[in-house]
């Protein structure tokens, strides 16, 4: 069974899901749950699309144009966007994907409803490596300074601020990064399923991308890689039970999510990397520590 | 002495409610002053405006020489305030180490961090111990400590101290004021704010009695002190 599971499709979608969880991650760190992940997958894999199929550029070049398409779009969203908080924030970026999908509909130079065809390029070796690097600088920044700035300014907004934090920044260079991600996702996403199309890239798949790191974890990076394995193969799975189970599966997998996350909400693997390792050599109280408690 | 801080005619707001109404006053370098009111009477609305964490509806803010304007809370913390808030300011999520490195790193420092962290341990013993333990697990006292550690690490020009006294028990009310007596001794310039009458003007050079958005009587606290009817006449009952 196990064995079946490692194929070429597998490994691609997986990874590109692992790669879209950790663009979610990187928002929600900074204090936005996002539900434009699908835009910024879209604009990604048709900007990288168009350079492709149309110019003929090679892959490479194209991922980054999509990166940085993502990027900016992040950043021209984020700093009008990112004044609200919670739910308005919630309903904002769900009409960036509402929108964006409309928006390429009505592109006829991208093919419309049609979408386009003839992407190319993406292997199961490239998304692995992607996925190892992704995660490398990823790890790199959850031992970093920039991880307990992202704490602070997600956690307590005035407080982190009277640290010299500057939340709007954060905030919305979060945004933008994790936009990047999700951009990225959607070129190596495009460059293997051949055919791109607007209805791809809806609401539905927004919400599925939040729920990776919601079930798998927000508080570090390897919940965001648990909940996307286990949401895109627990389906692969499923189909090997036959499909007297198959019909079944979108049930028995959605009821299994609800009581998970009824008894475990703040996602399966929630514990915290801490970004600096106490106790520092040498480092003694000089005074005895007083006896009496203050229970207050 | 040169002003570090200063107001002149305040105005501050939430929306319809006017906070704060035409409150003036100024900090100077090494002084300590004290904002003393009841509750509700806008203490913490004038520190919020201070630190940029509120926009002021009119009037005009200084620090250090310069117009406040347009200037955001985390520019005024580099360059030199620390505000801690009402109800401590520590990221709970962090552990001690964490959100003292946070703090430590806010402005450059000669100092190493953990050459830096020296005083702070031997100050707050306590939070030695529980360095590696997350800020929120802590007891009120010991939040609060770690707050007023952030003072320590990386000295303010100006600290802005908002009810340090609240919710805690009397041993750590006394602790917290020694600390601030120690930031006032190394010449840091302090401005809290306080329900707590009797051990605010204790510490403080001058004091100003604010009602209802308004300073209704300042001076030096000794002189207010010494008149307890008028301080009972503003704030009734005070410890």
Redesign the interface.
């Known amino acids: 069974m196990i064995a079946n599971l490692l194929n070429g499709d597998n490994v691609v979608f997986t990874g590109v899901n692992i790669i879209l969880a950790w663009g979610v991650y990187l928002s929600l760190m900074t204090g936005t749950l996002t539900f434009a992940m699908a835009a910024f997958m879209a604009i990604g894999a048709y900007v990288a699309g168009v350079l492709t199929v149309n110019f003929g550029w090679p892959l490479a070049p194209a991922a980054l144009a999509g990166m940085a398409a993502c990027f900016f779009g992040g950043l021209m969203v984020g700093f009008p966007a990112l004044r609200v908080r919670g739910l308005l924030l919630m309903l904002v970026t769900t009409g960036v994907t509402f929108s964006v999908q409309v928006g390429i509909e009505n592109i006829e130079y991208v093919g419309g409803v049609q979408g386009i065809r003839g992407l190319s390029g993406t292997t199961p070796a490239i998304v692995a490596g992607s996925v190892f690097v992704i995660g490398g600088l990823l790890w790199i920044l959850s031992h970093s300074?920039l991880q307990?700035?992202f704490?602070?300014a997600r956690?307590?907004e005035?407080?982190?601020?009277?640290?010299?934090?500057?939340?709007v920044f954060v905030r919305v260079a979060g945004f933008a990064v994790g936009a990047a991600l999700a951009g990225y996702a959607g070129v190596l996403w495009g460059h293997y399923v051949f055919f791109i199309a607007p209805q791809n890239f809806g609401i539905l798949e927004s919400v599925f991308f939040a729920l990776f790191v919601v079930l798998g974890g927000v508080n570090n990076m390897w919940g965001p890689v648990f909940g996307a394995v286990i949401i895109t193969l627990v389906p692969e799975i499923a189909r090997e039970f036959g499909s007297g189970f198959a019909e079944y599966r979108q049930l028995f997998f959605f009821g299994v999510l609800v009581v998970l996350l009824l008894f475990r909400s703040q996602g399966v693997l929630s514990f915290?990397t801490?970004?600096?390792?106490?106790?520092?050599k040498?480092?003694?109280?000089?005074?005895?520590?007083?006896e009496?408690r203050?229970?207050? | 002495m040169a002003e570090v801080l200063g107001a002149k005619d305040l105005h501050l707001s939430y929306g319809p409610i006017n906070a704060v109404r035409g409150v003036s006053f100024h900090l100077d370098e090494g002084e300590t002053i004290a904002v003393i009111g009841a509750n509700g009477a806008g203490k913490t609305t004038i520190m919020r405006g201070l630190s940029a964490l509120i926009k002021p509806k009119s009037g005009e803010i200084s620090f250090l020489g310069e117009p406040l304007g347009r200037r955001k809370t985390s520019d005024l913390a580099r360059a030199g305030m620390l505000h801690i808030p009402e109800g401590r300011g520590t990221i709970g999520g962090l552990t001690v180490l964490e959100n003292l490195r946070v703090a430590y790193d806010i402005r450059p420092n000669d100092t190493a961090f953990a050459a830096a962290l020296e005083p702070v341990f031997n100050h707050f013993p306590r939070l030695s111990e529980r360095s590696s333990q997350r800020a929120g697990s802590l007891s009120g006292g010991e939040q609060q400590m770690l707050a007023l550690a952030r003072a320590l690490i990386n000295p303010p020009r100006v600290l802005l101290v908002d009810e340090p006294s609240l919710g805690l028990s009397p041993v750590m009310v006394k602790e917290a004021y020694q600390a601030l007596a120690g930031f006032q001794s190394s010449g840091m310039s302090v401005m809290l704010v306080e329900q707590n009458v009797r051990m605010a003007l204790r510490l403080a050079d001058r004091a100003y009695v604010l009602q209802q958005g308004e300073i209704v009587l300042e001076g030096p606290s000794d002189d207010l002190l010494s008149k307890p009817e008028v301080l009972d006449a503003y704030l009734g009952s005070h410890g």
């Open positions: 300074p307990r700035i704490d602070a956690e307590d005035s407080v982190a601020a009277s640290l010299g934090i500057n939340i915290r801490i970004s600096l390792k106490a106790p520092i040498g480092l003694r109280p000089v005074t005895s520590v007083s009496e203050a229970d207050d």
